[in-house]
């Protein structure tokens, strides 16, 4: 089980950039407004399902599954593709999950995702990927 200290830590060096503690929260520059609250831990159902089902269950759901993705349930963001997993825990920045989104390419003709979802994100799978 990974302390918070050292999840923050994680994101500092995987986003590759100097880390500000503001008492609870810890902002990173340069790459906008990456803000976590480390009072509190992302929740999968409750934060991360709502930002998937918006802008990713057209294309990628039981009904429809581009590459056998399925971002409808915790176990099909977890199984990933035909290709394989797209969830490295505790490691956004090797998700490919996370490239898709930060790169543009997903969701695939649409608007990228403003900053503040793909953090969401990124937040959770740091947090160890939880079915919380
Ligand atoms: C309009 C349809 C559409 C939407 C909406 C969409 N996708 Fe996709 N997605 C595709 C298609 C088609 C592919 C396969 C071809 C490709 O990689 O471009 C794909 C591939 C992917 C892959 C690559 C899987 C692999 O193993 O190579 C990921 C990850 C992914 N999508 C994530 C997402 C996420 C996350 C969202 C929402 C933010 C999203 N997609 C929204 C159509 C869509």
């Known amino acids: 089980m990974l302390l918070r200290s050292d ?13 500000a503690m503001q008492s609870t929260s810890t902002t990173l520059s340069e790459t906008g407004t990456v803000a976590i609250d480390a009072s509190r831990e992302v929740s999968f159902v409750n934060e991360v399902m709502p930002i998937l089902e918006k802008h990713c269950w057209e294309c990628h759901s ?3 599954a ?21 969830v490295e825990i505790g490691d956004a920045d090797a998700s490919l999950l996370i490239d898709m ?8 003709d649409a608007d990228p995702l403003p900053a503040a ?10 947090e160890g990927a939880l079915n919380n």
């Open 117 to 126: 979802e793909l953090d969401v994100i990124k937040a959770w799978i740091v």
């Open 66 to 86: 581009e590459l056998g993705l399925k971002l409808d349930t915790y176990e099909g963001v977890m199984a990933g593709s035909d290709y394989g997993t797209i």
């Open 7 to 19: 999840l923050i830590a994680a994101l500092a060096v995987t986003a590759g950039i100097g880390l």
């Open 101 to 108: 989104i930060a790169s543009g390419d997903m969701p695939e």
């Open 62 to 64: 039981e009904q429809s």
